[in-house]
């Protein structure tokens, strides 16, 4: 009876563990897609760059030098939203690994308490059996003496 209840908890603590690694497994990958796309703004900002320096060296009218130049400032600004964007979900990666390591180690302490109850449980019952093998043999030995005095088991 005083198991239930502890089983009860280790499947509490084992479903919390694992909706806290569905979680940290969702949120690292929103990290990966997150950096992917800071990489990706980065390789396209350096690609429109190059042409921005191709149009230059090749000649370009100012009205479209500065549309180039806008559009690389809205890209780096992008770039920086991005950056941010994967600075705040690292921290979530964080606490989330945090909160799986702490569901965990519920678990394995509820684990341990209840390794530790099977033991109590099998030495009890290991010396009751021994207790009623030892009550078993004297009563035995009482019968032999009682039926036999001159026996000198």
Known sequence: ?????????????????????????????????????????????????????????????????HNYQQFLASLDAAIVRAKKALEEQQQRVMASQHHWQQEQSKLSSYDTLASRRQMQARQHE???????SDESTAISLARRRASDPNDTY
């Open 1 to 65: 009876m005083q198991q239930q209840p502890l089983d009860i908890l280790i499947g509490l603590a084992r479903e919390s563990r694992d909706n806290a690694g569905q979680t940290l497994a969702s949120e690292r990958r929103s990290q990966q897609q997150t950096k992917e796309q800071v990489d990706t703004l980065g390789r396209y900002r350096l690609e429109y760059a190059q042409r921005l320096q191709q149009a230059m060296h090749d000649g370009i009218d100012p009205a479209t030098m």
């Open 126 to 132: 290991n010396r009751r059996e021994l207790r009623s």
